[in-house]
């Protein structure tokens, strides 16, 4: 039999369904995970299956839809189908029967048995023995049913589990992701017994020299009169009892902790308790909580934990496994938390919903501060007439889904915030979940964007601001802090000029920080019939309407691959910064950026580094200093007293915690000695020979170096040092394969766009001057699109140095371009850089902090990483010099005049942006050689603000390299190099 259920309906939200707690799942309970069978139907719901019924063994917890069963479906701003017949959705039903067969233990006889499914997208109805439970709506947390009615115990019976895919709550469930149906949180089965301890709430109410005034608040289904004691243990030792009696089915009770351990991010220090009801001397019910003592506050405009400002160095972080969908294994999840750790990360944002219960009793544990977030996102409808926000009839779903999340998570010591959902516009229903979570919380603030112009919310949360926008914002008259709960998209290469926001962070008492979005790409995983794996997104399994890659905009890649931006995102998010005082000296100044913990117990090394020399080196123990502190400290070095001809003379800093790892780095280099780009005027060249070559070209020759240059300016044949490299093609270029920042086709810069509209993109140069051959080089003009000149000029010295000016002029308007530069194909032999500069990862203008200077080697495979989309990878910025070789070939050298950029991938920019996926991808044997004269930054403009304008390529630009025999000296000095590019 079926059940009078309408799942098309927004008004029903739920019957049959236990309210919620936050007991969490008792030691009793019986996990129901594993196989079950499995009936996947398209059109109405058939009659609930029986023992004839053919099944499919499926293993849950899962999303059905990466077994085979209907498709993902990917969408952001738009809904899978027309909204126009709203709040009837126009697909056909879809969905699945899970059952199985349960055992109930003969020794539950007497007590109360309870089914607790974890989540179900995106309904869920209960049936055993073909009896209707109830149902149950809100993908996102644990719905309960009472089954003692239906079931026996010492006894069989059948549950069937049934899941719609669509329903009213997919109004209400837009959030930037995945459609995928399934049950994917664990199901438990558990005894309670028939007086029971209900619900707990432990908070601290404050604290003083004294100890910590705590509170515990219990409901229970007893009979008034019972007694109900506490114990809160530290490690096995009581530290408070507290007890009280029933009275109308509920019990408070509070005390005073002694010399509290305080919880915080930084320490995360807990405590059990143990929760028993009695009837004198017989025991009812008992129940354990993990808590943590800590308050949370909002004063002064600063947001506090335990009365200090805290600082939210955060991202959002959607649930997602790349083969199982929404659900993570146990050790996978602590691995996801680890990691993010050990990133300096110390908040996350729950978008857009609220998680798994075991993230956070993961993060109590660790010590992350957690944004917990309602299940509610109108996304497609925020500025239609319908929107479901507005609308009476979806007014009990949405203040279900806030309250029965406060319900559930209040005893974490990890939330600190509550957040009422996201991109849903605002109205009354907001209003509404905000006055529940208040009365049964009134411990922590509330945010939600975007109704930061509403006193309802503490905690103003802007989105992707840019820098003056935030600092205009923080200038306002307002009390509250800001938290920016979206910043800095992660959208493939990107993360461009996070570090400039820490910088206004931290000049402004009122920035608290913010949640990059965000942690991981949501792409699934897929095989080719040779093994060769992918990442698929929006559009690839014939889902229509999509938005394409948008849900891949992680730190990581789906199964957790760091991407380059990730080491940026941890030196930025440092937890203490280390800056020259007098560093000939060895004074040092130490910022604890920390909020709660002093540097006691910490270790600063230093190493003094000269080219790849390490010339000294030693650690002391960091001095004592408090939270949002400084202090100097005197390393026992003398760098005055250190060769002065010394080059690229720094001191590397690293500051190691308790546990001896290493927490930051800083990289100060040293007013005394040279760089290598140090000023010395331009030498004479000696006898070199430069003649006119053929078809309008030249050659030049100095020592064992020959350049034939052609009409356009770029190298036909090239011998360097004696070695004739094989040169297969050339060509002088201004784009590189588009970013998903550049692609961008909303928001401010839209970059490929506004190039395309002027004819540069994959533009190819016209001759605007004739090449000209003078004494001691030669020199022509180049122009892309009648806007923009581009001078290359080449010159020889007679040691073999052979050196390529850059120069660009506008003559038109012209808008940002992506770099200038000169690309070289080598055939076969030419595969490996090594190079002096930032490294070992790929660093751009706006993305390089962090990157220690040094000597490094990459191989041109190793140097491209695989973006699920493919785009521009492998730059390498303020680069000194690099040598291109191969595995046993000196290879030739490259030298900055005094810096420049360079890439070496198997791959043309072209190749990259005519796949849509890494497998695509038509690699080369040959390898590519980009030498830049300027790159421009990242940005963040996928969804948010562009390039910095002081990390996009200047108007003018002037800069030269030298090209040298690979088993040169590149210490040592060109003829022919300059002291300085000029970038105007």
Same mark, same amino acid.
């Given at each position: 039999m079926s059940s009078a259920f309408d799942h098309r309906d927004p008004r029903q939200v739920a019957s049959g369904r236990m309210p919620m707690h936050g007991l969490g799942i008792p030691d009793s309970a019986v996990n129901l995970d594993g196989e079950w069978s499995f009936r996947y139907r398209e059109g109405d719901s058939p009659d609930l299956p029986d023992a004839t019924t053919p099944a499919t063994p499926m293993q849950l917890p899962?999303? +059905?839809?990466?077994?085979?069963?209907?498709? &993902?479906?990917?969408?952001?701003?738009?809904? &899978?189908?027309?909204?126009?017949?709203?709040?009837?959705?126009p697909l056909d039903d879809e969905g699945a029967d899970h059952w199985r067969t349960i055992d109930i233990p003969s020794d539950w006889a007497g007590q109360r048995t309870i089914l607790r499914v974890g989540a179900a997208e995106s309904t869920l109805e209960v049936f055993v023995d073909g009896h209707?439970?109830?149902?149950?709506?809100?993908s996102r947390l644990p719905a309960e049913f009472d089954l003692t009615d239906y079931v026996q115990a010492g006894a069989s019976h059948q549950l069937n589990l049934r899941v719609q895919r669509w329903s009213a709550s997919t109004w209400i469930e837009d959030q930037d992701m995945w459609w995928m149906a399934g049950l994917h949180r664990s199901l438990w089965l558990y005894p309670r017994p028939i007086e029971a301890i209900a619900d707990a709430f432990f908070h601290t109410v404050g604290f003083d020299r004294n100890g910590a005034e705590v509170v515990l608040s219990i409901q229970t289904d007893a009979t008034d009169g019972r007694t109900v004691t506490a114990t809160l243990s530290d490690a096995g030792q009581r530290v408070l009892t507290m007890s009280g009696v029933v009275k109308r089915g509920s019990v408070s009770m509070s005390g005073v902790v002694a010399d509290p351990r305080l919880w915080t991010a930084e320490t995360p220090d807990l405590y059990e308790i143990t929760i028993v009801l009695n009837d004198g001397d017989s025991l009812l019910d008992h129940r354990n909580l993990t808590?943590?003592?800590?308050?949370v506050d909002v004063a002064e405009g600063m947001l506090l934990v335990n009365g200090n400002p805290i600082t939210i160095r955060g991202v959002n972080r959607h649930e997602h496994d790349p083969d199982n969908g929404r659900h993570q294994s146990d050790a996978d999840l602590r691995a996801d938390l680890e990691l993010l750790k050990d990133s300096n990360i110390n908040a996350i944002r729950t978008a857009h919903y609220p998680d798994d219960e075991r993230f956070y009793a993961l993060c109590d544990e660790l010590g992350f501060y957690v944004y917990d977030e309602a299940n509610i996102e109108t996304h497609a409808l925020v500025d239609h007439p319908n929107n479901p926000s507005h609308d009476p009839g979806f007014e009990a779903a949405f203040l279900a889904r806030g309250e029965r999340m406060g319900l559930r998570d209040r005893n974490h010591p990890c939330v600190v915030v509550w957040s009422l959902g996201n991109e849903s516009g605002f109205g009354d229903h907001h209003r509404a979940i905000a006055e529940a979570l208040r009365s049964l919380d009134p411990t922590r603030p509330i945010a939600y964007h975007p109704a930061e112009h509403d006193e309802l919310v503490d905690v103003i949360g802007p989105m992707y601001p840019s820098?003056?926008?935030?600092?205009?914002?923080?200038?306002?008259?307002?009390?509250? &802090?800001?938290?920016?709960c979206e910043y800095s998209h992660a959208?493939?290469?990107?993360?461009?000029?996070?570090?400039?926001? +820490?910088?206004?962070?931290?000049r402004t008492p009122r920035l608290h920080g913010g949640f990059i979005w965000d942690w991981v790409d949501q792409g699934i995983r897929r095989t080719e019939a040779d093994g060769t794996r992918w990442w698929a997104y929006g559009g690839d399994f014939g889902d229509t309407p999509n938005d394409r890659n948008f849900n891949l905009n992680g730190l990581v890649d789906a199964d957790r691959t760091p991407h380059p931006a990730l080491a940026h995102v941890r030196w930025v998010y440092r937890p203490v910064h280390m800056r020259p005082i007098r560093l000939n000296r060895g004074e040092v100044e130490v910022q604890n950026r920390l909020d709660h *913990?002093?540097?006691a117990d910490w270790e600063i090394g230093w190493s003094v580094r000269s080219r790849d020399d390490e010339l000294a080196s030693g650690a002391i123990p960091a001095p004592h200093v408090p939270p949002h502190a400084s202090a100097t400290v005197r390393l026992p070095i003398e760098l005055?007293?250190?060769?002065?001809?010394?080059?690229?003379?720094? !001191?590397?800093?690293?500051?190691?915690?308790?546990?001896?790892?290493?927490?930051?780095?800083? %990289?100060?280099?040293?007013? !005394?000695?040279?760089?290598?780009?140090?000023?010395? &005027?331009?030498? %004479?060249?000696?006898?070199?020979? !430069?003649?006119?070559?053929?078809?309008?070209?030249a050659i030049l020759r100095g020592g064992d170096t020959e350049a034939q240059i052609g009409p356009d300016g770029t190298p036909v044949s090239l011998t360097i040092g004696g070695v004739r490299l094989p040169l297969t093609w050339a060509r002088v270029g201004i784009d590189r394969a588009g970013t998903d920042n550049d692609r961008s086709f909303f928001g401010d810069e839209q970059l490929l766009i506004r190039l395309a509209e002027v004819g540069l993109v994959g533009a190819s140069p016209t001759v605007h001057t004739p090449l000209t051959i003078g004494? %001691?080089?030669? *020199?022509?003009?180049?122009?892309?699109?009648? $806007?923009?000149? !581009? $001078?290359?000029g080449w010159s020889i010295a007679d040691n073999g140095d052979l050196a390529l000016d850059f120069g660009t002029t506008p003559i038109a308007l012209v808008p940002p371009y992506q770099r200038v530069g000169l690309e070289l194909e080598l055939d076969t032999g030419f595969d490996r850089a090594t190079w002096f500069g930032p490294g070992p990862d790929e660093t751009y203008r706006d993305r390089v902090g962090g990157q220690m200077l040094g000597t490094h080697t990459v191989t041109a495979a190793e140097n491209y990483f695989p973006y699920a989309r493919p785009q521009e990878s492998g730059n390498h910025t303020d680069v000194r010099w690099a040598r291109i070789h191969g595995d046993i070939a000196d290879g030739f050298l490259v030298l900055g005049s005094p810096r420049f950029d360079f890439s070496l991938l198997h791959v043309r920019a072209e190749d990259l942006a005519a796949a849509d996926h890494h497998h695509q991808i038509a690699w080369r044997s040959s390898t590519v050689l980009r030498l830049d004269a300027a790159h421009a930054g990242l940005g963040t403009a996928s969804c948010g603000p562009g390039t910095d304008g002081r990390d996009r390529i200047p108007a003018e630009v002037r800069n030269r390299v030298v090209l040298r025999a690979g088993g040169g000296d590149p210490w040592v000095k060109s003829p022919l190099s300059k002291a300085r590019q000029w970038l105007h």
């Amino acid at each position: 039999m079926s059940s009078a259920f309408d799942h098309r309906d927004p008004r029903q939200v739920a019957s049959g369904r236990m309210p919620m707690h936050g007991l969490g799942i008792p030691d009793s309970a019986v996990n129901l995970d594993g196989e079950w069978s499995f009936r996947y139907r398209e059109g109405d719901s058939p009659d609930l299956p029986d023992a004839t019924t053919p099944a499919t063994p499926m293993q849950l917890p899962t999303s +059905w839809v990466l077994h085979g069963y209907g498709i &993902p479906i990917y969408t952001n701003v738009q809904m &899978p189908f027309p909204v126009d017949d709203y709040p009837a959705i126009p697909l056909d039903d879809e969905g699945a029967d899970h059952w199985r067969t349960i055992d109930i233990p003969s020794d539950w006889a007497g007590q109360r048995t309870i089914l607790r499914v974890g989540a179900a997208e995106s309904t869920l109805e209960v049936f055993v023995d073909g009896h209707a439970v109830g149902f149950s709506t809100d993908s996102r947390l644990p719905a309960e049913f009472d089954l003692t009615d239906y079931v026996q115990a010492g006894a069989s019976h059948q549950l069937n589990l049934r899941v719609q895919r669509w329903s009213a709550s997919t109004w209400i469930e837009d959030q930037d992701m995945w459609w995928m149906a399934g049950l994917h949180r664990s199901l438990w089965l558990y005894p309670r017994p028939i007086e029971a301890i209900a619900d707990a709430f432990f908070h601290t109410v404050g604290f003083d020299r004294n100890g910590a005034e705590v509170v515990l608040s219990i409901q229970t289904d007893a009979t008034d009169g019972r007694t109900v004691t506490a114990t809160l243990s530290d490690a096995g030792q009581r530290v408070l009892t507290m007890s009280g009696v029933v009275k109308r089915g509920s019990v408070s009770m509070s005390g005073v902790v002694a010399d509290p351990r305080l919880w915080t991010a930084e320490t995360p220090d807990l405590y059990e308790i143990t929760i028993v009801l009695n009837d004198g001397d017989s025991l009812l019910d008992h129940r354990n909580l993990t808590v943590g003592i800590r308050t949370v506050d909002v004063a002064e405009g600063m947001l506090l934990v335990n009365g200090n400002p805290i600082t939210i160095r955060g991202v959002n972080r959607h649930e997602h496994d790349p083969d199982n969908g929404r659900h993570q294994s146990d050790a996978d999840l602590r691995a996801d938390l680890e990691l993010l750790k050990d990133s300096n990360i110390n908040a996350i944002r729950t978008a857009h919903y609220p998680d798994d219960e075991r993230f956070y009793a993961l993060c109590d544990e660790l010590g992350f501060y957690v944004y917990d977030e309602a299940n509610i996102e109108t996304h497609a409808l925020v500025d239609h007439p319908n929107n479901p926000s507005h609308d009476p009839g979806f007014e009990a779903a949405f203040l279900a889904r806030g309250e029965r999340m406060g319900l559930r998570d209040r005893n974490h010591p990890c939330v600190v915030v509550w957040s009422l959902g996201n991109e849903s516009g605002f109205g009354d229903h907001h209003r509404a979940i905000a006055e529940a979570l208040r009365s049964l919380d009134p411990t922590r603030p509330i945010a939600y964007h975007p109704a930061e112009h509403d006193e309802l919310v503490d905690v103003i949360g802007p989105m992707y601001p840019s820098l003056s926008e935030l600092e205009d914002l923080a200038d306002r008259a307002d009390e509250r &802090p800001i938290v920016m709960c979206e910043y800095s998209h992660a959208m493939g290469n990107s993360n461009g000029g996070l570090e400039r926001y +820490w910088d206004l962070i931290y000049r402004t008492p009122r920035l608290h920080g913010g949640f990059i979005w965000d942690w991981v790409d949501q792409g699934i995983r897929r095989t080719e019939a040779d093994g060769t794996r992918w990442w698929a997104y929006g559009g690839d399994f014939g889902d229509t309407p999509n938005d394409r890659n948008f849900n891949l905009n992680g730190l990581v890649d789906a199964d957790r691959t760091p991407h380059p931006a990730l080491a940026h995102v941890r030196w930025v998010y440092r937890p203490v910064h280390m800056r020259p005082i007098r560093l000939n000296r060895g004074e040092v100044e130490v910022q604890n950026r920390l909020d709660h *913990s002093s540097l006691a117990d910490w270790e600063i090394g230093w190493s003094v580094r000269s080219r790849d020399d390490e010339l000294a080196s030693g650690a002391i123990p960091a001095p004592h200093v408090p939270p949002h502190a400084s202090a100097t400290v005197r390393l026992p070095i003398e760098l005055t007293r250190l060769d002065r001809s010394s080059t690229d003379l720094r !001191v590397v800093v690293t500051a190691f915690d308790q546990d001896g790892k290493i927490r930051a780095t800083d %990289e100060l280099m040293a007013p !005394v000695g040279r760089t290598t780009a140090s000023a010395r &005027p331009d030498g %004479e060249v000696g006898a070199v020979n !430069v003649e006119a070559g053929p078809d309008g070209g030249a050659i030049l020759r100095g020592g064992d170096t020959e350049a034939q240059i052609g009409p356009d300016g770029t190298p036909v044949s090239l011998t360097i040092g004696g070695v004739r490299l094989p040169l297969t093609w050339a060509r002088v270029g201004i784009d590189r394969a588009g970013t998903d920042n550049d692609r961008s086709f909303f928001g401010d810069e839209q970059l490929l766009i506004r190039l395309a509209e002027v004819g540069l993109v994959g533009a190819s140069p016209t001759v605007h001057t004739p090449l000209t051959i003078g004494d %001691e080089g030669v *020199s022509v003009e180049l122009a892309f699109a009648d $806007r923009l000149v !581009v $001078r290359l000029g080449w010159s020889i010295a007679d040691n073999g140095d052979l050196a390529l000016d850059f120069g660009t002029t506008p003559i038109a308007l012209v808008p940002p371009y992506q770099r200038v530069g000169l690309e070289l194909e080598l055939d076969t032999g030419f595969d490996r850089a090594t190079w002096f500069g930032p490294g070992p990862d790929e660093t751009y203008r706006d993305r390089v902090g962090g990157q220690m200077l040094g000597t490094h080697t990459v191989t041109a495979a190793e140097n491209y990483f695989p973006y699920a989309r493919p785009q521009e990878s492998g730059n390498h910025t303020d680069v000194r010099w690099a040598r291109i070789h191969g595995d046993i070939a000196d290879g030739f050298l490259v030298l900055g005049s005094p810096r420049f950029d360079f890439s070496l991938l198997h791959v043309r920019a072209e190749d990259l942006a005519a796949a849509d996926h890494h497998h695509q991808i038509a690699w080369r044997s040959s390898t590519v050689l980009r030498l830049d004269a300027a790159h421009a930054g990242l940005g963040t403009a996928s969804c948010g603000p562009g390039t910095d304008g002081r990390d996009r390529i200047p108007a003018e630009v002037r800069n030269r390299v030298v090209l040298r025999a690979g088993g040169g000296d590149p210490w040592v000095k060109s003829p022919l190099s300059k002291a300085r590019q000029w970038l105007h």
